[in-house]
């Protein structure tokens, strides 16, 4: 994600921030003012941002001053001018308790407020750490831009304060938010990441006037649907400052795509990831261990597999413990650009003359996008990606609002590549998906329960022919061979590499089989004339997923209209070259996330072809009373018949999400 949340609280946690956060992750000694220190670090003043500013005298962009920063989120929460109130009232005469309560709002907090941290996709940063001034001041706006959309989302949709007893009820802060932001240029490893720490106060004033706290929960369980729209915003930002486009990239096998900036070289990329590379060496010991500790008795401390929920546990952990010291010698943002395009033209192996036009190849590959992508955006059909990918990707197929409204959001950012949409677009695909494909299965004994955003769905049809999840491996054995040992002597490991860390089993990842259930919904609706009915004219499938194809695969131009009365070429679902897949997969770019092979397509055609059967049985039953009744959801027994006209690239991985 490139939103990431974590509670602040008063104590020992904000004089850490106060020390290193605001003033760029450095150190500051206790006697530096606050806005020296962040002078010496090369880092901007915090800025105050959010609708509830007016109410405690504040105005949108004013600069951050230590005591204000200290009474909201140091002293549990009081006002950020307390210190003056305070005064003010005891020269009234008011005693001391009295004078103090002038200054609180509400009652007093351990936690004081979330720290918001927004950093885009790694591919804008770097045209912002190595472009010219021009560039880089148009990334900063649409970054602080999506900033400030985000925040005013939560006001309006996320944000509530609880009161009653045992927090039962819940109201929207009518005045809005506190919050204050600092800015970032580096990472720890000392390479470009520019993003920002918003302090958001947990502290907000009801329609009776009265201060009440934020529920911090609501902030955590939106992180998903925050960062989605984050990326949306800022990468459509850029779209239209810089002429840019976005194509989906995989990261990490098995998980879905991000979406990247075309154009930008993926060693250009890892060249950043120094940090990962380092966690995620340490998270594989760290999973070895994990599978393979035991106890006093020899039997197992742990489960013998990794699951995702111990994966991020681990992947904490790892990042704790090769967490580097903080950074040196403070220098200036100029001194900065110069020094990481000087280190990536050495060390990075992406040629010199990329680095120093990296815009220019940017606008290059987004204007062969746009000639050849069109943004075709289909609500109804948008509804079943979704839908599909939230039923699958979820456990036990349960899910809330805010499951699909994060993955809606990933939809369109796949679909648009980068164009902005119309407001409200991802709302429209999630109640489409309700009304259409989700059940209710809500059962609320509580007020908490009755609320829209706590609703329980699932789907409304039953995924029964797809493949069923792998089963992990058992655990393994450093005494036994690996599986695909032929008896021959094993090749030597690595150095540091300890038995069985080649074999850490892991509960295998949903997402293959999330887009392959969405590819499978989106035919059954396409061929079953019911479908047809419902939406007034067929499903076009073809102009849907052609935003999300790879464009170096789409079928060949229009033909000439001289000469159309030639033979008609391949379609697009015919349209795959497989040396221009295993091309792309080398570079790293969007069709990495296929994972197609020669025998693969084979069999996906074969499983399609085998389905065409049942699709026609269906499509049998059903046309004798397609005019005598009316239209209908599909069934259970109606998601049985899926046919695909052919296995083409756009039923891989970067279809859904």
Known sequence: MTVDTRVVRAGQMYRYYLRETVVGDGRRSARTPLRAAQEQAGVPVGRWMGRGLAALGLSAGEEVAEAQ???????????????????????????????????????????????????????????????????????????EYAIVRVLEWIEDEVAVIRYGTDGNYRVRPPGGLVAARFRHYEARSGRPLLHDHVLLSVKGQRLDGKWGSIHTTVLHENTVAASALYNELVAAEVYEALGLATEPRTVTPGRRPVMEIAGVPHGLIRWTAQRSDQIAACLSELEHEYVTAVDDDGEPRFLPVVSKRARAKLNQIAARKTRPPKKGKARSLAQLRADWKASAIRTSGVPADVISSLLEYARAAAAAIRARVAAVVDIALAAVDVTATVFVMNEGGRFHRRHLLAEARRHLALVLRGRRRDPGLDDQVVAAAISTHCVDISEPKTVRGLEAGYRLYTASWALSDLPAPRRPPAAPDPERRSPTDSGEPPAPRPPGQDAGEWDVPRLPLQYDRAVLAGAVVREQLRTTTTATAVRGRAYDVVAHQQAAMPEQLLGPDPADPEHDDQEPEAGRGEAIDMKALRALRESRTDVEALDLTADRLRHLQDAFTAAADRAHTTMDRYTPRHDAEPPHPAHQDDQRAHRQQE?????GRETGH
């Open 69 to 143: 920063l200290g009474n909201l989120f140091g002293e549990r929460g009081r006002h950020p001018y307390a210190d003056r109130i305070e005064a003010d009232r005891l020269a009234q005469g008011a005693s001391p308790e009295e004078a103090y309560r002038a200054g609180a709002l509400g009652r007093r907090v351990s936690v004081t407020g979330v720290d918001f941290v927004f950093r885009p996709q790694p591919s804008i940063y770097l045209l912002w750490a190595f472009g010219d001034e021009e560039t880089r001041l148009a990334i900063e706006a649409a970054h």
């Open 647 to 651: 296995p083409g690239p756009h039923r």
